[in-house]
């Protein structure tokens, strides 16, 4: 079982929908929690760190759940330019290395 | 700009041929990560450095890969007598020193081993 596991879709969905994401992760000693985002071809990008308390950047929404191991990204008003693979990622304790998923393709379609 | 500098963009090499890799990190940054990304795939931990010191080197998958960041700031991943599942893109990633702290990722290099 990988460390960290997503469903790698892909999800096809309207532009305007709300579509959310789930990741679970094993290693309860995990401490830092992100999403990054990445286009075909090119690097991963931060998207947001993710906190105990859940926090909100636009239409972005991340969710971290201690009790059950898993962190959710929730996209509202999804828009065309929103069309990419999420990555979820664990932060290793010790050495903060990166624990990543496979990531979650997500096309938005007009 | 100012983020994180990787070179080449594409190196495309023999099997059997040794390469190297180059990471230029955004200035200041003490961590330094080199990660391993198979098509399909998320990134995979491939080693640590913070400052020079490589603490952590436990994803380099055989002892052809070696990497260095004597100065503390620019490193070099290498591979030596390359094999063809060596073919992925490669990443570095830098940040601040501490828990939390985000990782930036550079361009990456894709490496095709024929």
């Known amino acids: 079982r990988k460390e960290v596991e997503q469903d790698p879709g892909p999800f096809n969905v309207p532009e305007g929908a709300t579509v959310a994401f789930n990741c679970t992760y094993s290693?309860?000693?995990?401490?830092?929690f992100f999403w990054y985002r990445q286009d075909c071809r090119k690097e991963p990008k931060l998207l947001m760190s993710?906190?105990?308390s859940g926090n909100e950047d636009g239409r972005f929404t991340a969710q971290l759940n201690r009790a059950s191991q898993y962190i959710s990204l929730l996209i509202r008003d999804s828009k065309l330019s929103d069309s990419a693979t999420y990555l979820c990622?664990?932060?290793?304790?010790?050495?903060?290395?990166?624990?990543f998923g496979t990531g979650t393709r997500l096309k938005v379609l007009a | 700009g100012a983020g994180v500098s990787q070179s080449p963009r594409y190196k495309v090499a023999k099997r059997g041929q040794d390469v190297a890799l180059r990471c230029d990190p955004i200035?200041?940054?003490?961590?330094l990560f080199w990660y391993q990304q198979a098509l399909g795939q998320g990134p995979e931990f491939l080693t640590y450095?913070?400052?020079?010191?490589?603490?952590?080197k436990s994803g380099l998958p055989s002892d052809r890969f070696f990497a260095e960041r004597p100065e503390g700031s620019v490193s070099t991943l290498k591979i030596q007598r390359t094999q063809q599942e060596d073919s992925a893109v490669y990443l570095c990633?830098?940040?601040?020193?501490?828990?939390?702290?985000?990782?930036?990722f550079g361009d990456g290099t894709r490496l095709s081993i024929l």
């Open positions: 990622v664990g932060g290793d304790s010790g050495t903060y290395k990166y624990i």
């Open positions: 993710v906190y105990s």
């Open positions: 200035s200041g940054h003490v961590s």
């Open positions: 990633a830098s940040s601040l020193q501490g828990r939390n702290q985000p990782q930036h």
């Open positions: 450095f913070q400052n020079e010191a490589q603490l952590d």
């Open positions: 290693n309860s000693a995990s401490q830092s």
